[in-house]
């Protein structure tokens, strides 16, 4: 993933993806959050569960720990995430769920870059797992 994607849906039409019988502390809101072009370094609103119920909150999407002197990463590796240094301190308490509509892919075409626009062929959302500094009501995340 470039590290680009939408989230232009309702907050409820992502939430009832699903089970209605999960407890949650999201509060309603009938706006899309339109969002077309989220960008690394800008806000995130992620999915995390807490005190038995789910959350919903906006994040800064970037972690780098007190001793990375470079720019925040965005993405980290499945098969190290748990273990490395750079992620194990968020593995236990900061997994969370990012909502999307689809995310860009960009393509070299000659001298030119072309995005393209990837999502599941339903046209249902889709979740990314992500992971970060929790609570994520207290402080920012990746």
């Given at each position: 993933?470039?590290?680009?994607?939408?989230?232009?849906?309702?907050?409820?039409?992502?939430?009832?993806?699903?089970?209605?019988?999960?407890?949650?502390?999201?509060?309603?809101?009938?706006?899309?959050?339109?969002?077309?072009?989220?960008?690394?370094?800008t806000n995130v609103l992620v999915l995390n569960q807490r005190d038995d119920s789910l959350h919903l909150d906006p994040v800064h999407w970037?972690?780098?720990?007190?001793?990375?002197?470079?720019?925040?990463?965005?993405?980290?590796?499945?098969?190290?995430?748990?273990?490395?240094?750079?992620?194990?301190?968020?593995?236990?308490?900061?997994?969370?769920?990012?909502?999307?509509?689809?995310?860009?892919?960009?393509?070299?075409?000659?001298?030119?870059?072309?995005?393209?626009?990837?999502?599941?062929?339903?046209?249902?959302?889709?979740?990314?797992?992500?992971?970060?500094?929790?609570?994520?009501?207290?402080?920012?995340?990746?």
């Open positions: 993933m470039c590290g680009r994607f939408t989230q232009y849906r309702t907050r409820e039409e992502y939430l009832k993806e699903f089970a209605d019988e999960t407890e949650q502390d999201i509060s309603y809101d009938p706006e899309p959050i339109g969002r077309y072009n989220v960008a690394p370094g970037g972690y780098g720990p007190e001793w990375w002197d470079k720019a925040p990463l965005i993405n980290a590796r499945i098969e190290t995430a748990a273990t490395g240094r750079m992620f194990k301190p968020l593995w236990n308490n900061g997994r969370a769920i990012v909502m999307a509509d689809g995310w860009y892919e960009w393509k070299r075409d000659g001298s030119k870059k072309q995005p393209y626009f990837i999502y599941h062929k339903s046209g249902k959302p889709i979740f990314f797992a992500a992971i970060g500094k929790a609570p994520y009501d207290k402080q920012n995340a990746n």
